[in-house]
C-alpha cells in the first residue's frame, strides 16, 4: 500500500484536532507542517512528532516528500492557500468552507482541474460512520421517500469582538462556522436547492449571530435550518419520510447514534466509529490518492461549488458581504 505523505498548513486548534489520530491509519504519515512563523512551526512539530518544519506556507508546498496537505488556516485566505498548494503541484484537503463565496471556490475548482490535481473540501460529518448508515438506511427504502429535514447547529458564546466568529474580516458569523453542517446534510439528501428563504440576527460588528433557513428542492422536498453562535439550540437533526423517520441525537454532527422510527416501532442503531471524527475525511484522501483520483465520490467539487452557491445567496438577502468581496 503507497504510504501518504501529509503537509499540515496552520498550527490552530482545528489542526491540532485535524491530527488527532492521524499518524495512526494505515500507510500514512505526517511529514512536515507550515506555519507564518518559525518558532509556532516548531512547536506543532514538536508536540505531534512531525520531521519537516516551515516558517512559511511557500516553504511548506515546496517539500519534495509531501503527497497533499492539510489547509487550516482562517476562512478569508483559503482560496489564497489553495491556488499555492496547486500552483506548487500538490493535492490539497481544505478546511471548510471551501472559500468566501462561488467565485472564489470556482477559481479553485478550475485550476485544480486544469491541473488534474486532487482537491477536496473538508466537511468531515459527510464521511463519518453514522452518516453513511444513515444513507444506507434511506437507500433500503426504510422511511420511504425522504421528503423533510430539521436540523441545527449553534452555541452560545459571549460577544467578543476580537474573536474570529465576531470579525468580519475573518469572515465571521454563525453560517460559514456552523450553518453549513446542516446545509451539506440537506443538500446530500435532496440536492440542490431550488428555492431559499433565510433570515439572520445581525449584530454589533455585523455578521450573522443567529439564523433561520428554509429551502425547497427540486421534488419540492424542504429543510428547515438553525444556525447561531449566541443562542444555545438543542443541535439535533430530524429526517422525515413518507414511512417513516430517523432523528440523530444531541450533536448530530459527530458519531452518534440513530434512532429509527417506524410502525409505531423505535430502533436504535448503534454504529461503531473506532477512530477519531477527523480521520475519516483522511482516509477518504488516502483512499483517492492511492487510486489517482482527483475529486471524492463522497464531497466532489460540484457539491462544494453547490453549496458555496447557497451560501452566497443566503448572505445575499442579508446584505452581508464581506471585506475585500
Not at 181 to 195: E, R
Request: charged share 20%.
Amino acid at each position: 500500500m503507497k504510504t501518504i505523505h501529509w503537509g499540515i498548513m496552520s498550527t490552530g486548534n482545528i489542526a491540532n484536532e485535524f491530527l488527532e489520530g492521524l499518524a495512526d491509519l494505515p500507510a500514512t504519515k505526517v511529514t512536515a507542517v507550515g506555519s507564518r512563523s518559525l518558532d509556532k512551526a516548531n512547536a506543532f512539530a514538536d508536540k505531534h512528532a512531525i520531521p519537516n518544519r516551515y516558517g512559511s506556507y511557500e516553504a511548506l508546498v515546496q517539500d519534495p516528500d509531501v503527497n497533499v496537505i492539510y489547509i487550516g488556516t482562517p476562512h478569508p485566505f483559503h482560496e489564497e492557500n489553495s491556488l499555492l498548494c496547486l500552483n506548487a503541484g500538490k493535492a490539497a484537503l481544505c478546511e471548510k468552507p471551501f472559500a468566501l463565496n462561488l467565485e472564489q471556490a470556482q477559481t479553485v475548482v478550475k485550476i485544480a482541474r486544469e491541473k488534474k490535481l486532487f482537491m477536496m473540501e473538508a466537511v468531515w460529518t459527510v464521511f463519518l460512520p453514522h452518516i453513511v448508515k444513515l444513507r444506507e438506511i434511506i437507500e433500503t427504502g426504510a422511511i420511504g421517500e425522504v421528503r423533510m429535514l430539521q436540523a441545527d447547529f449553534g452555541f452560545r458564546i459571549d460577544f467578543d469582538p476580537g474573536s474570529r466568529l465576531f470579525d468580519p474580516s475573518l469572515g465571521g458569523g454563525s453560517l460559514l462556522d456552523v450553518g453549513l453542517y446542516p446545509l451539506i446534510l440537506a443538500q446530500m439528501l435532496f440536492g440542490p436547492a431550488t428555492q431559499i428563504k433565510s433570515f439572520a440576527q445581525l449584530g454589533q460588528t455585523g455578521v450573522d449571530e443567529e439564523a433561520s433557513l428554509l429551502l425547497r428542492y427540486a421534488k419540492g422536498q424542504t429543510a428547515s435550518l438553525i444556525s447561531a453562535t449566541r443562542l444555545q439550540t438543542p443541535n439535533e437533526a430530524f429526517i422525515m419520510g413518507t414511512e417513516g423517520r430517523i432523528h440523530i441525537p444531541h450533536e448530530w454532527w459527530r458519531p452518534n447514534d440513530l434512532i429509527l422510527y417506524k410502525n409505531g416501532q423505535r430502533e436504535t442503531v448503534s454504529v461503531d466509529c473506532p477512530l477519531p471524527g477527523h480521520n475519516y475525511e483522511a482516509l477518504e484522501v488516502n483512499k483517492c490518492l492511492r487510486a489517482d483520483k482527483t475529486e471524492s465520490d463522497t464531497m466532489p467539487l460540484d457539491a462544494t461549488l453547490s453549496l458555496m452557491q447557497t451560501l452566497d445567496e443566503i448572505r445575499s438577502q442579508w446584505g452581508l458581504r464581506y471585506p475585500g468581496e
